[in-house]
């Protein structure tokens, strides 16, 4: 999308259509979908160690610029940066000196906390948990999820009569 064109007779198959031209990439669907966990380093990061992973259809051909990651990945040209790695912000490290990078792109100072993603991730996932424990019916979930499904309702039969 942030590229000159995006070409899919996959999933839409709307063809070719422009993207956004920000980028100089074109991206092309395959019937066949990439899945998987990438790593790598992020050499203009300071060799910040990247993991994410992929789930798309879409073949990325840059066309100029650098990499973003090794491995030949993703691309950035100026202050925009693109990739089709997924997950990329759960590296601290990488995170810290990505937002660092948008700072002084924006003529801003700003200073990375030192709070690991993983460990508010968790404090976030407990809170949630208590709050489905002492507001949900929990009981009553599992019973319908346990249950037999019902037969479903017979059709309705719509008849037109003349006037």
């Known amino acids: 999308m942030l590229g000159r064109s995006v070409t899919d007779g996959v999933e839409s198959t709307a063809g070719p259509v422009p993207g956004l031209g920000l980028l100089p990439v074109a991206t092309e669907f395959a019937p066949a979908k990439i899945l998987g966990r990438r790593t790598g380093q992020a050499p203009g990061f300071g060799d910040a160690e990247v993991s994410g992973y992929e789930i798309r259809h879409g073949r990325v051909r840059r066309e100029g610029a650098e990499p973003l990651f090794t491995g030949d990945e993703g691309c950035h ?7 089709s790695w997924h997950g990329l912000f759960e590296e601290d490290g990488f995170r810290r000196r990505f937002l660092c ?41 599992m019973a319908m999820l346990t249950a037999p499904l019902a037969p479903p309702p017979p059709p309705v039969v719509a008849r037109l009569r003349p006037c």
């Open 77 to 83: 040209s100026g202050v925009i940066a693109g990739t």
């Open 101 to 141: 990078w948008v700072a002084g792109a924006a003529g801003r100072r700003w200073s990375p906390g030192d709070r690991p993603f993983a460990g508010v991730r968790e404090a976030r996932l407990d809170v949630l948990g208590d709050l489905v424990a002492r507001h949900l019916d929990t009981a009553a979930v």
